[in-house]
């Protein structure tokens, strides 16, 4: 049945209650960067036409925010970054003083509005039409809060201007990591998973803050929405249909094959009910997926991968990237595995020697692999690194640095795709600048 974009849907698997590895990287034991969004900025720190933009829910215009850019890249330049979806706060926030009137009753004494909302985890798509949609997880207050939406933005001049944000699913948990594609038969198709984390005392700020919130969600309602979903239009996102749980979830979702096929890799839980990292598939544009094959892992491998992604290469290969973080933060490399039969079976994880996470893989039209990726450690920002041979190697010695201006470790899940004129757009989430939420930004860059 067919339901109203605002619609109240939801969902996430168990293991997303208790947190997710990339969010154990802001870990609570440790200086709290996050307190600065929870704090919130004032609408003043944005300065310029960025603001008037921002306050009309749309991107600034070409320039008006841009990010300067890094040093010169080897094989690729940048053409511009900018602010593409900043959402202002529009209720009440901290500062707000209350009295009581003849009656007893509150009334406001000085209202202060929150600051601009927190923004992430998003993921780029572009239509058979030229058009550009960013589904993401919007209208937060923090990286871990019960308030995530899944919204998009849209761009019919190929990045240079953004619609506002839509909201297409809003649950009564935290929605969060939107994947999207226009599958063959012109269907959109999004992904994205619920959690209960700011209900647990991993992380003990969020824990606190929401814990009356958490009071009014029942059992039931946890058990009938936690998982992991997907949800499609069919009208180019004017209405979108019913959610359909799936086994994994993924940040970037699924992707599509050339027989049709839609494959899906991610994490998600085995026959027993133990953690998994598995490949689903649907037969029918996206309305029921089964498991098809497990991603294996070497034995003693370090880390806990997740967070993959995939992309079918000219010769038929199969290619599939993880994020992984061991102990020895030095070793976050990418992981990758490849398939031959069209994901039946897949090679065990191995290293691609690239530092960073998580991945997003196309194929560009020249035959390269292009994977971006979040760079969580000094100089915080964006990369990207391009495969000549179908992922066999990889050029590290030539990394493109998109965006060195991060203020600090939680930005990135960056995802890209090839303009018509054979430049690259690629979004990704990130603070602007010190003290202020994360907005949804891009990089418009070429090879050389």
Request: proline share 6%; aromatic share 8%.
């Amino acid at each position: 049945m067919k339901t109203s974009p605002m619609h109240t849907l939801s969902g996430s698997r168990a293991w997303a209650e208790c947190g997710l590895s990339r969010v154990s990287a802001l870990s609570e034991s440790k200086p709290e960067p996050r307190s600065i969004w929870l704090r919130g900025c004032s609408a003043a720190v944005v300065c310029g036409l960025a603001l008037a933009w921002s306050l009309a829910g749309a991107a600034a215009p070409s320039g008006a925010s841009a990010a300067a850019a890094p040093k010169d890249n080897a094989i690729a330049t940048v053409i511009e970054t900018k602010v593409i979806c900043r959402e202002p706060g529009r209720y009440l926030g901290d500062g707000t003083e209350y009295t009581v009137d003849t009656k007893t009753h509150p009334v406001i004494g000085k209202r202060v509005i929150e600051p601009a909302r927190y923004i992430g985890w998003p993921t780029l798509a572009q239509t058979r039409e030229g058009e550009l949609i960013a589904a993401f997880s919007g209208d937060r207050d923090a990286h871990v809060c019960p308030w995530g939406k899944t919204q998009i933005v849209r761009s019919l001049d190929q990045g240079k201007t953004w619609s506002p944000a839509q909201t297409i699913t809003n649950t009564p948990l935290d929605d969060r990591d939107a994947g999207i594609i226009q599958t063959q038969k012109g269907t959109l198709l999004v992904t994205w998973f619920t959690s209960v984390a700011f209900n647990t005392r991993t992380y003990k700020t969020a824990f606190e803050r929401y814990a009356r919130h958490a009071e009014k969600i029942t059992p039931e309602e946890r058990k009938k929405w936690l998982g992991n979903w997907t949800r499609r239009s069919e009208d180019g996102g004017k209405t979108w249909l019913e959610p359909v749980r799936t086994n994994v979830t993924a940040p970037h979702g699924a992707i599509q094959l050339r027989d049709g096929r839609l494959l899906y890799v991610g994490n998600g839980s085995d026959a027993q009910g133990r953690p998994a990292l598995l490949v689903e598939q649907s037969t029918d544009d996206g309305r029921s997926w089964t498991v098809l094959a497990p991603v294996p892992k070497p034995e003693g491998l370090a880390g806990n991968p997740g967070e993959m992604h995939m992309v079918e290469l000219t010769s038929g290969k199969l290619l599939v990237m993880a994020r992984n973080e061991p102990k020895d933060r030095t070793q976050c490399f990418l992981l990758q595995s490849e398939s031959l039969d069209g994901g039946k079976t897949w090679s065990p994880l191995r290293s691609s020697g690239i530092w960073g996470y998580p991945p997003h893989l196309i194929q560009l039209r020249n035959g390269w692999v292009l994977v971006t990726y979040g760079y969580r450690r000094e100089p915080y920002g964006e990369r990207a690194c391009i495969s000549r041979d179908e992922g066999k190697t990889w050029d590290i010695a030539n990394e493109i640095v998109l965006n060195a201006a991060g203020v600090g470790v939680d930005l990135g899940y960056p995802s890209s795709t090839q303009l018509a004129d054979g430049s690259i757009l690629t979004v990704y989430y990130q603070a602007e600048k010190t003290g202020e939420p994360t907005c949804l930004m891009s990089t418009h860059w070429r090879f050389k």
